[in-house]
């Protein structure tokens, strides 16, 4: 079956360090991968959407320069999050799929907290 | 405004009864999933639609892209079921085949 493993689960870092979180996928191609967080109000925010091939598509709000993200085959990709403050808090997930009009399947997320 | 309306955003059950969530899209939808979160923040997926009806045990869902909108019914609620519910749907303005999440159900099964 599909399965995306995302790791650390969890991490504290000190305010203005920087953390990097990695998805590896399993059992298909990650052609696309969307990296999201979850904010303790438990809404979704979409960062950003990497397509291999394609360049990385940030939304509005996130930058390259804050959460740069890497995806350099079809099976594995990674997000920093530079010089992290309270406000990067939260629970961030990698979506992957094998293609447009496919099935996301999500790593357990990474949850960060900031002191 | 939101584009995936999901409601109730709380519901309380007793063990044995059904009930039913549901999302609106103020957009055209072409793809639905629907995940059960866990208390720990895994994402589980229950369903993956393009327009129609799919079941799973005690779990139905449908997806209707014409009115633009998405059902999920539990059937026989369990205990094991309380956690929180979300839609995500791929929205046909979307450049790049994201989801975009409805708010959330918080559901509680009492015994």
């Known amino acids: 079956g599909a399965l995306v493993y995302q790791y650390p689960r969890r991490t504290i870092c000190k305010s203005g360090t920087s953390m990097r979180m990695e998805c590896q996928a399993v059992g298909f191609q990650a052609t696309s991968v969307a990296w999201y967080r979850q904010s303790p109000q438990k809404t979704f925010e979409l960062i950003a959407l990497?397509?291999?091939?394609?360049?990385?598509?940030?939304e509005q709000n996130f930058t390259q320069e804050k959460f740069p993200i890497s995806h350099p085959n079809l099976s594995f990709s990674s997000m920093t999050v530079l010089n992290a403050y309270l406000e990067d808090r939260g629970l961030y997930l990698c979506?992957?799929?094998?293609?447009?009009?496919?099935?996301?399947?999500f790593g357990k997320g990474t949850r960060l907290t900031v002191v | 405004g939101d584009k995936v309306k999901q409601s109730p955003s709380a519901l309380s059950l007793q063990e044995g009864t059904n009930s039913a969530l549901r999302c609106n899209f103020s957009?055209?939808?072409?793809?639905v999933q629907w995940f059960l979160q866990n208390p720990r923040g895994s994402l589980i997926n229950l369903f993956y639609l393009v327009p129609g009806t799919k079941e799973n045990g005690r779990l139905k869902s449908a997806f209707d892209s014409k009115e633009s909108y998405s059902t999920l019914h539990i059937r026989d609620a369990q205990l094991e079921d309380s956690g929180t519910y979300f839609c995500?749907?791929?929205?046909?303005?979307?450049?790049?085949?994201?989801?975009?999440f409805g708010g959330g159900t918080r559901l509680t099964v009492r015994p």
């Open positions: 990497s397509t291999v091939n394609s360049a990385i598509k940030y």
């Open positions: 957009i055209a939808a072409t793809t």
């Open positions: 995500a749907a791929e929205l046909s303005n979307n450049a790049g085949a994201k989801l975009t």
């Open positions: 979506g992957a799929r094998q293609g447009a009009n496919t099935e996301v399947f």
